[in-house]
Each structure stands twice: as structure tokens, then as C-alpha cells.
């Protein structure tokens, strides 16, 4: 499987996501935002930003090549995906 130049920037990515998970840099620190600490904090901004990528992540593509499907392969073959053998079934 072949990879391109953007799929690959996602690997350095979430491998900085992951180490900066865990607040390094308050280690220490007992300082109180808004009666909450600060690493509280941390983790609500860095969530966040884990949030946006994983959704710019997906709606890149890169998802669905890491899967090693093509996007939209559902919508083209007109299947519906909510209906296919993993979908969500309400």
C-alpha cells in the first residue's frame, strides 16, 4: 500500500497528540484556574484539539485509505451506509 505525502504528515501528528496527553510542562504546578487546576485545563483545550484533527482527519480521506477503501465508495455504488453490515440499525 502506498501512502501520500498528506496521509504521512497524520503519523507524526498523532504521535505528538499522544505524548503532549499528558501535561509535561504542569508537572509540579498546583496553580488553580477558575477553581479547577490547570492541568484540568490542559486536558479540556488539548480534547478539543484532538476533536478538530480527528475531524479534519477524516474528512480528508485519510480514514477511509487507511481502511483501504476510496471515499465514498458507498455513495457511488448507491448503498446506503447506514444500512451496510456495520452501520448504525435504529
Known amino acids: ?40 485545563w490542559w486536558h479540556v483545550a488539548w480534547l478539543g484539539l484532538c476533536a478538530a484533527l480527528f475531524a479534519l482527519f477524516v474528512r480528508s480521506g485519510a480514514w477511509e485509505r487507511g481502511m483501504g477503501r476510496r471515499p465514498g465508495d458507498d455513495v457511488a455504488a448507491g448503498r446506503d451506509p447506514s444500512k451496510s453490515p456495520g452501520g448504525d440499525r435504529r
Not at 13 to 21: K, S
Not at 22 to 39: F, K, Q, S, T
Open 1 to 40: 500500500m502506498t501512502r501520500s505525502r498528506s496521509d504521512l504528515v497524520w503519523i507524526p501528528t498523532f504521535a505528538i497528540l499522544v505524548a503532549f496527553a499528558v501535561p509535561w510542562p504542569l508537572w509540579g504546578v498546583d496553580r488553580v484556574v477558575a477553581g479547577l487546576p490547570v492541568w484540568i
